[in-house]
């Protein structure tokens, strides 16, 4: 981390200038349905139709989607509103790819019905909490299912931008609760921490009972896959390796980014709390 780096105050007009600038600028542009799939060779094709989480992961874009493109009516800010819609449109082009994907290796995979959030800031915050784990994890499960040469290279890259836009989102994220925990008067903010941290809590339930299945072939709960999906995308390896791609590549996706940003930090710490209590065995 940088720390001579002079962090504007949280929700500043300078802050926010940066956070919408940051995620604007560095939106890549591709269509899913313009992307050539590699024909694969029958035992790659066969590894990838069994892996267990296609359907969670096109019915978790469909969810984050609509989410997060009903929260941009949140912000009265032009920049920010702008970065959030982006958000909304590279979610739904997640769900729309997984679908292409399917649709090219016939792979069953039925497309979701519409998500309606009930509440535009609470359902915000419930889906960005959850990328920052969902995230944190997949930027690990990605490099080894990259290193391991499970899967032919020209499919892995095809995905690669997904993964990067995961990092924008997250990043964008924990700034974006500092600006809006900035415009309450100080004393609500209190309760709107509260708030998040009962969220947060909420998530990390969800995550232990997906860890609790690790062990077992029982199949996992759907939002959370990315937990579990490290037996399908390469060889075994320990938790505790695992712990430790995921922060190499948490640091190295992270780094291209404006330091003046606030960067993630409560998953890393949790992540290097696990790789430290768990025995490197495990
Ligand atoms: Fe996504
Ligand atoms: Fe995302």
Request: contains cysteine.
């Amino acid at each position: 981390m940088h720390a001579s780096v002079a962090r504007p105050e949280a929700g500043s007009a300078e802050h926010r200038r940066i956070l919408a600038k940051f995620f604007i600028n560095s939106v890549v542009d591709y269509r899913p349905e313009s992307i050539e799939w590699p024909s694969l060779a029958p035992a790659d094709l066969e590894r990838l139709r069994r892996l267990p989480f296609w359907q969670e992961a096109v019915s978790t874009e469909n969810v984050t989607s609509n989410t997060v493109a009903a929260a941009a009516r949140l912000e009265t800010d032009i920049g920010l509103r702008r970065a959030i819609e982006l958000q909304g449109f590279e979610e739904q082009r997640h769900a729309r790819l997984l679908l292409e994907l399917a649709r090219n290796y016939r792979i069953p995979v039925e497309t979701p019905p519409r998500f309606e959030p009930r509440s535009l800031e609470d359902d915000f915050l419930y889906a960005g909490f959850g990328e920052c784990f969902d995230s944190y994890f997949a930027f690990g499960l990605f490099a080894l299912a990259r290193e391991s040469g499970y899967f032919p290279a020209q499919l892995v890259a095809i995905f690669e931008p997904v993964i990067q836009e995961e990092a924008r989102h997250i990043l964008f994220f924990v700034n974006w609760v500092k600006y809006r925990r900035s415009l309450l008067p100080w004393w609500a903010r209190p309760a709107f921490r509260l708030r998040c941290g009962w969220i947060i809590l909420r998530q990390i339930a969800s995550r232990m009972r997906t860890a609790r299945t690790l062990g077992g072939d029982e199949p996992d709960g759907a939002e959370n896959f990315t937990l579990s999906a490290h037996r399908a995308l390469a060889e075994p390896i320990t938790l505790h390796r695992l712990l430790e791609i995921c922060r190499r590549e948490n640091d190295r996706r992270m780094a291209c980014y404006d330091q003046r940003l606030s960067r993630p930090r409560l998953v890393p710490a949790i992540a290097k709390f696990l790789y430290r209590v768990l025995p490197a065995s495990l």
